[in-house]
């Protein structure tokens, strides 16, 4: 976005019109742009959103003369094949790597469907062999995929996990939701939702994600906390696979017909969705789940849905590809709280 002068030549977006829009000192945006100080994750995350919709480009000449000299590649491996969530990830890279490009900054990209380990460690051997600087990763949990974050380290090639974490494996940041929360929320969703009283189904994510994981456990913990009556019937999967999550959840329901709520972990919501229409319960059970993407904000509009926890999918690809790159020119470490983006809850209401 760009204002112009009578004749036409476009002016940058300068740090002041950024500060002045989000509210903030001039200050703040330096510290937030160069990755130093302390800022409130909020603050942080408006002023980062603001920067990607305003299309602002920092004046990083400086830094740029040793980039041209040698382009740099970010090799990237996303799990993102059949999962809607990803096309607000891919849309955040590709914004950062526009703004890249002048600067000698590729992006090679690699997509999966489903999590399979051996094939994860083939995509990056491949994107390695090419040559890359840096990867940014969708990590499966699992120790041969932490085995190799470390052994590309070793190598001087630095892994950004996004969207979901492994921990301890010698990454150089995450950049993601903070899943246990987000678990929590939901639970808290499900209580003002049933009025504290439900018979409640559970379709669970990916085992070997351990973000999948996480949401689950603060789910749990959540509901162990409460005096409300919220009983846990009976547990479904889907594997992030909408046809996995249609024959798993028509499977649990006909076996528990007393459940009137659904907890969906991760993605499959479509295919959730359309096995209670099926079963013409639409209506009748209330879905609380993740992520508005376009199937499910259909389904809200149905009343089959009835909440879900949004994660900033375009700031996590966006931010992922500008700490790899700040990290290759510059040597910027961030810190943990800029890693972490916010939850936020959407009913249809706020749509």
């Known amino acids: 976005m760009m204002e112009k002068t009578g004749g036409g030549e476009p002016l940058s977006v300068t740090i002041k019109q950024i500060a002045d829009l ?9 510290r937030v742009l160069n990755k130093r100080g302390k800022v409130h994750p909020r603050t942080r995350e408006l002023i980062e959103n603001t920067i990607a919709r305003l299309g602002y480009t920092p004046n ?67 994107l390695k062999s090419e040559g890359i600087d840096a990867l940014i990763l969708h990590p499966i949990f699992d120790p041969a995929i932490a085995k190799k974050i470390k052994e ?31 678990g929590r929320m939901a639970a808290g969703m499900v209580f003002l939702l049933m009025g504290g009283c439900a018979n409640l189904g559970i379709v669970k994510g990916a085992d070997n994600i351990l973000g999948h994981r996480q949401r689950l456990e603060g789910f749990l913990k959540r509901l162990k906390e409460t005096p409300e009556h919220i009983l846990v019937m009976d547990y479904a999967k889907a594997q992030d696979d909408n046809d996995i ?45 993740f992520d508005s993407v376009p199937e499910t ?53 706020s749509l």
């Not at 999550?245 to 359309?274: F, H, K």
Request: proline residues 4%; hydrophobic residues 40%; contains cysteine.
């Open 245 to 289: 999550a249609y024959a798993s959840t028509r499977d649990m329901m006909e076996r528990n017909p007393d459940i009137n709520a659904l907890y969906v972990v991760g993605a499959g919501m479509a295919g959730v969705c359309r096995a209670l229409i099926d079963l013409r319960l639409e209506g009748r059970v209330a879905v609380v789940g």
């Open 152 to 182: 590309l380290k070793d190598q001087n090639i630095s892994t950004v996990t996004v969207n979901t974490d492994i921990p301890d494996s010698a990454r150089l940041c995450y950049i993601g939701s903070d899943y246990e929360k987000g």
């Open 22 to 30: 989000c509210g903030v000192s001039r200050g703040t945006v330096d």
């Open 297 to 349: 904000v259909d389904m809200m509009k149905k009343g089959i849905v009835r909440a879900v926890i949004c994660q900033h999918p375009f700031t996590q690809g966006y931010r992922a590809v500008r700490a790899a790159y700040d990290y290759l020119v510059g040597g910027a470490q961030p810190d943990p709280d800029y890693c972490l983006v916010q939850n936020e809850i959407m009913i249809l209401e």
């Open 60 to 126: 990083i000449a400086g830094k740029a003369l040793a980039v041209r000299k040698r382009p740099l590649t970010i090799g990237m491996v996303l799990s993102s094949e059949g999962n809607p969530f990803f096309d607000d990830v891919i849309r955040g890279i590709e914004q950062a790597q526009q703004e890249l490009k002048d600067f000698g900054v590729r992006v090679r990209m690699r997509r999966l469907h489903g999590y399979v380990p051996s094939e994860q460690l083939h995509q990056i051997e491949s």
